[in-house]
């Protein structure tokens, strides 16, 4: 099979070339390629799969049904590996468990699915991270709920088996009883409120533990700029420290809660009009390393109630290249290529994989994107529910 004149768009940048995939492998990447199949891909563009590595099962709850289907919105969007959060129903946090979950990865058609596991148990006691990770848990989860000595004692073992922690920072106190952003447009709504600080003073904490123990932190989920700020003060001090965001973050308020809008009810809650402005600044300055859909789908049951009821989260796998590429690219906030490094090369790296480039030897991992198509965002529990999205996936590799 060979494909002609497709703009390939990777972490080298873009140029237009033809591929032969041969078995399922890049055999020749260059000019003219003739003979088998051929796909004239004029127009479109050739991307390596995206990676997410925070996403969650329907009302997270992990079973081999809901496994499968997370796998194949996934792929449907262009993503090619996913993550699944451990702080699922049941969680991750024990063999018995892990066990369970790896047995719903077998035969998926969809994109490839790694598992996390959760450091904490239900009773904010120690997991047995070390049998966790020897029997295929991709990384290690913790919320900073965990007290000082137990976030001691996790980031020793990161120490010791070299992995990444993947951590949400969070404030227990402060965020048990709010629902959305502490700020003005809670308060018109009566709407008890989450203030940012929940998570900017964990990050403090956890950037003096990385730096301590000279471990390596991913910060799952971040919405606050001076969380940001912090994060990259940090690496300019030499501390292995990353930052994930997103897309909902970067392009949605809080105003998007208005008229008890329970999509828009997400953790962490949409940050402020004022701050989206500096988020996105974040974005275009090279401050943010890692995007996520941040998908969290839930059952009508959960979502269709009031506002304080309503379960967290929205939908965001099944059009997810066209949501990227019509929010970030299409607008001029960042390039293409720069899409691939946030969405596939920098992911890819923090689990062990190295992704992001095509080229000769290589597994084919890409798909098919036509910027000139259109589709219609069908989700009915997504922000963007109704909008028409530039760009649509037309094949997978």
Known sequence: MVIKNATVCDIDGEREVDVRIKEGVVTEIGSGLQGGEIIDAKGQYLLPLLVD????????????????????????????HI????????????????????????????????????????????SNIAILLKRGAIAPYMSTIAKNDVAIKIA????????????????????????????????????????????????????EIARHF???????????????????????????????????????????????????????PLSSKDDLVLLQDALKAGQIDILTTLHQPSSPLNKEVAFYDAAYGCEGLKN???????????????????????????????????????????RASFMLFDPSKSVTMDEKLSLYCGEELYGEVKAIF
């Open 53 to 80: 590595i925070n996403i969650r099962a329907e009302d997270s709850v992990l079973n081999a049904k809901n496994i499968k289907a997370v796998s194949s919105e996934a792929l449907k969007g262009g993503i090619g």
């Open 214 to 268: 000279k471990i390596k932190i991913l910060f799952k989920s971040i919405a606050s700029p001076r969380s940001i700020y912090l994060i990259n003060k940090a690496k300019q001090d030499g501390i292995d420290v990353t930052c994930e965001v997103s897309i909902h973050h970067l392009i949605n308020s809080d105003e998007a809660c208005k008229n008890f809008n329970t999509t828009a009810k997400l953790n962490p």
């Open 320 to 362: 997810a290249m066209s949501l990227y590429y019509t929010k970030l690219v299409k607008s001029g906030m960042i390039s293409m290529s720069r899409l691939v490094e946030l969405c596939v090369k920098n992911p890819s790296d923090v689990i062990g994989e190295n992704c992001g480039a095509i080229k000769v030897g290589e």
């Open 83 to 126: 993550v699944l959060n451990a702080d699922s129903i049941p969680a991750i946090d024990n063999e018995i468990v892990l066990e369970f979950a790896q047995n719903g990865l077998h035969n998926l058609s969809g994109a490839k699915v790694d598992l996390m596991l959760n450091t904490l148990k239900e009773d904010s006691t120690l």
């Open 156 to 207: 020793q073992y990161c120490q010791m088996y070299g992995v990444t922690l993947f951590c949400k920072a969070e404030d227990n106190s402060l965020i048990s009883s709010g629902v959305m952003l502490e700020g003005n447009v809670s308060s018109k709504f009566g709407l008890a409120g989450i203030p940012d600080l929940s998570e900017v003073l964990h990050v403090s904490r956890m950037i």
